[in-house]
């Protein structure tokens, strides 16, 4: 696959990176194992996670997900061809949370820990933290990567100004910037991103690796009445994409789906793909046949038409 440099930075991305979030909680280890493989040898070899991953299931305290990961790793043993990309600051189940020095050194060393690791390829901020100056968590950050415990680092939910700041403060202080932004963004969410947040990335040269590329799911077609939503755990979250734009779009995917004989998940990803400001949409599976779904997705080429009735249908 063709590869997509992330930002200013030396990481060079697939045009999909595979979501983390599921191992060690909708895919158990044994499917964890499987996905990973098939990711890699059909060339996505980027994986996102995060140390918080999946602190909300039950019994879980955050780490499940690095966990399934760093046990792939160290069975696989070819740690260099894989990217691994994972964040902190979101609370944990013991409570912690935040962007303070303190917080960030402690929770990298457990990440690469639960990694089996010596270098995390891109670590993000998850989360803004206004409690912490931002001159602190940049220097935090400046000392992992000067360590050779960090490649690169990334921001996760920030606004455009808090973004701006961000970078100010490292540019002031000649410390490391962040080469990247991860933020929601897909068909049937645009706003939030395109007003503020899609030309300062594109300004600043930032690279782009938005989550809920599929807007958990519903980006698939998989539900489109109330009584979908009980087909998995996350049909609750896509209640609120059943009104009358969100099926104007999943009549669109319809459409251009078949005229490509591919699938509405496909289509939706390859729009992300064709936009400019993306680097690579992150997208996630349970399944060997979900997974299917992402890797044509790589290889869709959309027509300026294509593109076009989306934009119009998702506006």
Request: glycine share 6%; proline share 3%.
């Amino acid at each position: 696959m063709q590869k997509r440099r992330l930002g200013r930075s030396d990481i060079e991305l697939p045009p999909i990176m595979f979501g983390g979030n599921v191992f060690g909680w909708t895919a158990d280890e044994a499917t964890s194992f499987k996905l990973l493989d098939a990711c890699v040898a059909a060339g996505i070899n980027a994986i996102d996670t995060a140390d918080v991953y999946s602190v909300w299931a039950r019994g879980h305290q955050g780490g499940e997900s690095e966990t399934v990961i760093g046990n792939w790793l160290k069975r696989r043993a070819r740690r260099d061809d894989v990217i691994i990309a994972t964040k902190v600051g979101s609370q944990m189940g013991s409570g912690d949370k935040g962007l303070s020095r303190s917080w960030i050194i402690k929770e990298c060393d457990a990440s690469l820990k639960r990694l089996q690791t010596d270098v995390i390829d891109l670590y993000q901020a998850h989360r803004d933290d206004p409690d912490t100056p931002q001159e602190e968590t940049a220097q935090a950050f400046a000392d992992l990567i000067q360590q050779g415990k960090v490649r690169a680092i990334g921001a996760s939910n920030f606004t455009a100004t808090r973004l701006k700041s961000a970078l100010e403060v490292s540019k002031a202080h000649n410390l490391p910037r962040y080469e990247s932004l991860q933020p929601l963004y897909n068909l049937v969410e645009r706003q939030a991103f395109e007003a503020a947040l899609e030309p300062f990335c594109q300004a600043e040269q930032l690279g782009v690796i938005n989550y809920y590329a599929l807007a958990a799911g519903f980006l698939t077609g998989k539900y489109r009445s109330e009584a979908d939503l009980k087909k998995s755990p996350r049909g609750g979250g896509v209640k609120k994409y059943l009104n009358e734009s969100g099926q104007l779009v999943l009549q669109a995917l319809d459409d251009i789906a078949a005229a490509h004989k591919a699938t509405p998940a496909q289509v939706a990803l390859a729009w992300l793909i064709a936009r400019p400001s993306v680097t690579a949409p992150i997208a996630s599976a349970t399944s060997l046949e979900q997974l299917q779904d992402i890797i044509k997705a790589a290889q869709l080429k959309l027509t300026a038409k294509d593109i076009e009735t989306l934009n119009a249908a998702s506006a």
